[in-house]
């Protein structure tokens, strides 16, 4: 696929999809996604930069990120999508075992987050709502 960055663009904006399957298509930053419940961007080039433009989005709920060029400063940006219940960032240039990565982790995704459900390297990490206190469980 080589759908790109403008082609990209031009299927986010619509108001009427849903659900967007960018998977493969050479992108390396996302526009606004305001209408889009379900985006899944798996092997792209896109950056912890690429995705500031998905900060504030009340719409996604589900955003798979796996195998693109992410660090941990996109951590505190996917915090910042309001309604997010699925992220998976599986494969990206992150050590998902550093402590640095850790401490990110539970900073972005406090007792506010929706997160549901985490994947990260393969592994599926269950984030589950505890008495008064939301805790991610690395």
């Known amino acids: 696929n080589a759908l790109g960055n403008k082609g990209a663009?031009?299927?986010?904006?619509?108001?009427?999809?849903?659900?967007?399957?960018?998977?493969?298509n050479g992108i390396d930053h996302l526009c606004a996604v305001p209408h889009i419940q379900?985006?899944?961007?798996?092997?792209?080039?896109?950056?912890s930069q690429g995705v500031e433009d998905l900060s504030g989005n009340e719409s996604l709920n589900s955003l798979d990120l796996s195998f693109n060029n992410l660090d941990e400063r996109c951590l505190s940006v996917l915090a910042?999508?309001?309604?997010?219940?699925?992220?998976?960032?599986?494969?990206?240039?992150?050590?998902?075992?550093?402590?640095?990565f850790r401490k990110a982790l539970l900073k972005a995704f406090d007792e506010k987050s929706k997160l549901?459900?985490?994947?990260?390297?393969g592994r599926k990490i269950d984030c589950t709502q505890e008495?008064?206190?939301k805790k991610v469980k690395v």
């Open 80 to 100: 910042n999508v309001k309604n997010l219940t699925a992220l998976s960032i599986t494969d990206n240039l992150m050590d998902s075992h550093s402590e640095v």
């Open 9 to 24: 663009s031009i299927l986010a904006a619509s108001q009427t999809i849903e659900e967007l399957n960018l998977d493969q």
């Open 131 to 133: 008495p008064n206190n």
């Open 38 to 47: 379900n985006l899944r961007l798996f092997n792209n080039q896109i950056t």
């Open 116 to 121: 549901k459900c985490l994947e990260l390297d």
